[in-house]
């Protein structure tokens, strides 16, 4: 069988579609992944700019109808936030864990505040009460907490150890035994 130009112009002209789809799609992937870091990818690259700085103060009303008031924890007890709300898939896995975290720290002073972001009070109540979970829970109707906190992304985890700085701020959910480590850190 002989080759034609013909054919070797085809060829030509297919390796050169094949080419420019290749590094086509490489710099198209490499555009993305710097758009996301810029925008959001801060947390893989560096610490989280309140980390190893005093915790921000805030109050605000609990589900149950009390006050939380930060300031009365700082300095005295270790403190764990966990912003979140009930249409977050991560935050409803992360929840029980935190949950548990505070029964289980009690003992250790541990205080736990799940921070509600801008859902109705029955909404939140449904929520909790179908899973079985009982955690104390703000609500953050306006988002003037987690605005304070920076908050971009949810679930957001804030460590605030006994001397009232933030030790560590975790994005996303956590496992177990990444929960448990932070906490030791704090406690």
Known sequence: MTHTDSDNTNNAARNERVRRAFFGNRLFIAAFIGVALWF?????????????????????????????????????????????AVWCPPCREA???????????ADNGLVVCAVNLKETPDTVHAFLQGRGLELPVLLDSDGAVAAKYGVKAIPMLVFINRAGNV????????????????????L
């Open 40 to 84: 959001g990818g801060n947390a893989l690259l560096h610490r989280n700019s309140l980390e190893g700085k005093p915790a921000p103060v805030f109050s605000g009303t609990m589900l149950d109808g009390g006050i939380f008031a930060l300031e009365e924890h700082l300095g005295k007890q270790p403190v764990l936030l966990d912003f979140w």
């Open 95 to 105: 929840l029980p864990k935190v949950a548990a975290a505070a029964v289980a720290h």
């Open 167 to 186: 030790n560590r701020v975790h994005v996303g959910a956590m496992s177990k035994e990444e929960l448990d480590e932070a906490l030791a850190a704090i």
